[in-house]
């Protein structure tokens, strides 16, 4: 049988167990994760500093406000045709594209769902949760108070909007942008991960691509 190669594309708000269902998604189904890795494969691909590409991570305008502080120092023409935030986000498309054709991938953020919107085998999930719930996550996980883990919550969201507002032609978290959305806070991670699984089966017919997993 023709190696015939499927993405899922997972936006999510920041603590709602996107990470750990899209792990569990890739495990499952035999598939390669991307979530910071693919910042790396970017940075090896461009010859620029990985570092570059973590800063921007998921941030609109971060390189002009980063920037206009050193310009006179490095040279405006050097930001204008070298790093900016467009040209370190077609380096990460160009990443995405390439892993997507010769692998099965679980990809995290970054707007793949829209970079990869012509892919034959996809699909797009956004999963979010009850803030609350994300506090106590992010509490648990980062040692944070409460209150600093829902200012970076409520940062985190507006820059990842802003990040996919801008680079795509959808609305981040809006229920038309996706297959699936769902509140992983409603039947917990567990659960959330089986509904989205037979989802994702079903959308893309993995039916015997999961019998033979678990055999």
């Avoid at 015939?4 to 750990?20: D, E, K, S």
């Avoid at 269902?21 to 691909?45: C, F, M, N, P």
């Avoid at 010859?47 to 980063?66: A, H, L, Q, T, V």
């Avoid at 040692?143 to 940062?155: M, T, V």
Wanted: with cysteine; net charge negative.
């Amino acid at each position: 049988m023709a190696f015939n190669p499927f993405v899922i594309n997972i936006g999510r708000q920041l603590g709602a167990g996107g990470r750990t269902i899209g792990h569990r998604l890739a495990e499952t189904l035999q598939a390669r994760y991307y979530d910071k890795e693919i910042l790396s494969l970017a940075a090896s691909e461009s010859g620029f500093s990985p570092e570059f590409f973590e800063r921007s991570d998921e941030r609109k305008s971060f390189f002009r406000s980063f920037f206009g502080t050193i310009a006179p120092v490095i040279g405006a023409d050097f930001y204008n045709h070298q790093l900016s935030d467009e040209n370190l986000f077609n380096h990460i498309s160009s990443a995405i594209r390439k892993e997507s054709q010769q692998h099965s991938c679980v990809f995290i953020g970054r707007c793949a769902d829209y970079i990869l919107r012509d892919h034959p085998r996809h699909v797009n999930i956004f999963i979010a949760a009850d803030t609350e719930d994300r506090a106590q996550r992010m509490m648990k996980e980062q040692g944070l108070s409460h209150k600093n883990a829902i200012k970076i919550i409520e940062q985190g969201d507006a820059n990842r909007a802003d990040f996919y507002n801008f680079y795509s032609n959808k609305t981040w978290g809006m229920a038309t942008t996706y297959d699936l959305c769902i509140n992983s806070s409603v039947l917990g991670l567990e659960e959330t991960f089986q509904i989205i699984l037979d989802f994702v089966v079903k959308k893309l017919q993995l039916e015997h691509h999961l019998t033979r997993t678990a055999e």
